[in-house]
């Protein structure tokens, strides 16, 4: 395993590998990695002679500075697992490395409705700062295949469209959610739990799979008003429980029975963010 911290000298060395033939897939993350990370490089390993992993907590797509001042650092484990899971190159770049001119940015991207929609309203700034980081390292790296968790839905739609925007030419390949044994889905921000809150957390995919086995044509605001009481009951501060179109992400309010679903919920454990989601069908 290579580590690079320079973009430029990782943009060479992956240069010779694509001349010599070489697929390269690409993982980017915010490190303190954990199984669902290491899902994502384990299906890149199989299908790609080169995976890139980058490591950067990105300071543009956090609105609340807490958020960012508190997100976990594990370097020393995360290398460690990096090199168990088949990683061939990881990426540590600095923030002046990433952005060269500083924070402060005219670009804009045209994300549509996808911004205004759940993460998009509850974290004004967020998606493009995902789509700053992610032009840039995807410009850095330049893979042929980008392997993102199903676990963040919308940021897997806004990098496919930033995709289509930048015309780039990368495959998304969004891969299913890992989850701890009692449902909680695998996320760094969990270790930020108390162990009273840690309990609590089951309650958001305890309420994903109730959607989904009770989701039935008809009106589903009761549904949605069910879900936000019973997460309220564990202590949940909500941001929203939302039944959506999957491709779109509009609030379905009728359900005819055949239209592709989501259900998605965000909300607080005390100071601690958490999302999800599941596809839904019959
Ligand atoms: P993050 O480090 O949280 O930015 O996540 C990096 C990548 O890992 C993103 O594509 C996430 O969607 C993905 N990811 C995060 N949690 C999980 C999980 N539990 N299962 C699968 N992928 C995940």
Redesign the pocket.
């Known amino acids: 395993m290579i580590l690079f911290k320079k973009a430029a000298a990782l943009t060479t060395h992956l240069q010779q590998c694509r001349t010599s033939g070489a697929s390269i897939g690409f ?11 290491i ?2 490089i384990m299906a890149s390993a199989a299908a790609n002679p080169v995976t890139v992993v980058s490591i950067f907590v990105n300071p543009a797509q956090f609105n609340d500075p807490k958020d960012f001042e508190k997100y976990p650092v594990t370097l020393e484990k995360d290398l460690e697992l990096l090199a168990q899971a088949g990683a061939s190159i990881v990426f540590l770049p600095s923030v002046a490395e990433i952005y060269p001119d500083g924070l402060s940015s005219p670009v804009h991207y045209d994300l549509g409705r996808l911004e205004q929609l759940l993460e998009g309203k509850y974290r004004p700034g967020h998606f493009q700062g995902v789509c700053r980081v992610m032009d840039r390292l995807l410009r850095i790296v330049g893979p042929a295949h980008l ?6 839905y919308q ?2 739609m806004v990098v496919e469209r930033l995709i289509k925007l930048l015309n780039l030419p990368v495959q998304l390949h969004t ?5 701890e044994a009692d449902g909680l ?4 921000r969990n270790t930020r739990l108390d162990e009273r809150g840690r309990q609590n957390a089951t309650g958001i995919s305890a309420v994903l799979r109730f959607i989904q086995r009770s989701i039935a044509p008809g009106a589903t605001q009761s549904l949605v008003d069910t879900s936000i009481e019973m997460l309220e009951a564990n202590d949940f501060r909500v941001d929203y429980v939302s039944i959506a179109d999957a491709q779109t992400l509009e609030p379905v309010q009728q359900w005819n029975g055949r239209q592709p679903l989501v259900a998605l919920v965000a909300a607080f454990q005390r100071e601690v963010r958490l999302i999800d989601n599941m596809t839904l069908s019959r």
């Open positions: 993982v980017p993350t915010m490190g303190a990695l954990h199984q669902g990370h899902s994502l392997y993102m968790g199903q676990k963040d940021q897997c891969c299913p959610t890992l989850r889905a695998m996320s760094s």
